[in-house]
């Protein structure tokens, strides 16, 4: 089935497919954007166990809004803004535990508990450039959590400022701005690994 | 020398360097867990392999199609039940009103039917004895003109079986050494037929069962060979009670009878030598004419075969009541008295001639 397909479908066209019966069109599309999505969610939400329950809440909307879909704009930005919002959800229904866990944060060592790419890091054999990607790791955690969100739209969904803006629900201004202050903060704390 | 920067240079250089250390930051991540895309593709299967979920259509948008086609299907079925009804009672309504009209001409009719007529083109070659009325009117075609035509058929809806005997008996047939004698002479001949027994001198129509008494009103001239459709013709009729009728009236005739009843159909004897008509009527297919008197259209023969019993007027009478057709049915009442005079009407008849009289003077005032 997926033979058919021509390996450069666009997103929108195997979304499409897939909203005509070709179950293949999907497994497609969701084989580009698992892993870009799942660390997207990964990098904001700090209960490992609700990572993978918030992405599968993602995909299971994308699926149950198939029927209803339609072109008007890019894929990837659909995809990040529902993703979005089943984080707002998260952090409303969270507040608590969110705060505490920032608060555990600002402590000293629990950061890294908390950030869950950093969950399989071996700080005993870390290299340098184990140790670089701990430090952006970490000064991305520091980020305020819209900034980092812009800055992870931007990397992980690959988004312009226009689709980030849309994506969150903000002007224009108000995203690059937020994109503008995460790059900046993250450059101040990486100016030693640079 | 470079131009200056502007902040959006700076912006763009710094965003393109940090978006370098993620990327080299990017660590092997495995993604989500297998057992969490297996779930996710076989929920996407699941979606699809469902089929094509309605696009919530309301209800009634769904089943407008089959509603439309039923309301459709039902409206053509009454239609067409009803146009059935129509023509039915239409036909009723086209063999009645010609009979009226008739009747309202019945004096022209009877004058023309007794004047004699003009000279008619006989061929030459004919057999100088009177053919039969029903025989002119098959073999003689260029007579019958459209109008006459059309009539026929609209009295064959209504027509007697024995009329329908005497279409079938359209075959031409070698004209028969007959004659045609008056009626006083015919119940003569009738007489002096009944009273001669000898097989050998028995007419040649003489009918084949012994209950049934043979048509008196033709006299064989001669032994005819050929005029055996002319005796099948007699013979059918002698055997319906129309030929019976044309026995009574003969007997009626001669002993001077009033009127005759006749399975329903009553013919005022006293009358019928004046008019012809019920006379003609009852005794279609077997009365014989001068060749002179064929003259005028077979349909006339026919029309008259087809007139109304007192019960049939008085079922016309009620038709008209009921479907409140006044004027009609005052003139098929006025027809009635005058066709009937000595009769009376049904009560219920009589009652609504009483009210439509009253109506007639309210409105005369």
New interface residues.
Partial sequence: MNDARPPDSSDEDLMLR?QS???GA??TL?ARH??GL??FIARQCRVNERI?EI??DV??NV??A???YSVQAQFRTWLFTIAHNKLMDYFRANAKAEARLYEVKDGEDEVEIAVP?AR??EPDVQTE?NR???A??KA?DALPAPQREA?LL??EGGMTVAEIAEATGVSHEAAKSR??YA??K??EQ?RD?? | MSAPQTPDDT?ER??A???A???????P?A???PA??D???A???R???AG??P?GKPWFLRWSKPLSVAAVVMLTASVIFVAIEEDSSLKMNVAQRPMESRIAQEPQDKRADLAPPPASPAPAAAPAAIEPQVRSFVQDPPRATKKDAAAARENAVAAPPLMVAEQKQSAPVPPPEVRIEPARERAAAADARLANTSPAAAPVYAPPAPAAPPAPAIVAAAPVAPAVPVKEQVVAAASSPRAEAELKLGAAAKGKLESVEVTGTRVDAARAPESGFADKAAAAPVQRAPSSALAPAPAAVLKKSVEASPAEYHARLREHARQQRWKEFDVALTEFTRKWPQAELPADLAQLKREREKARSETGK
């Fill in positions: 897939y019966g070709d179950a999907f497994d969701y698992r892993v799942h660390r993978d992405f599968q995909w299971m699926i149950a198939a029927p209803r790419g399989t890091e450039s670089a990607r701990a952006i790791l991305l800055f931007s990397e994109l503008r790059i900046a993250l450059r990486l690994y640079q | 912006f710094d965003r360097a940090m978006s250390a993620y990327a080299n930051a990017r660590e991540y993604g989500p867990p969490m895309d779930a996710i593709r929920a996407a299967r979606a699809v392999g094509p979920r696009a």
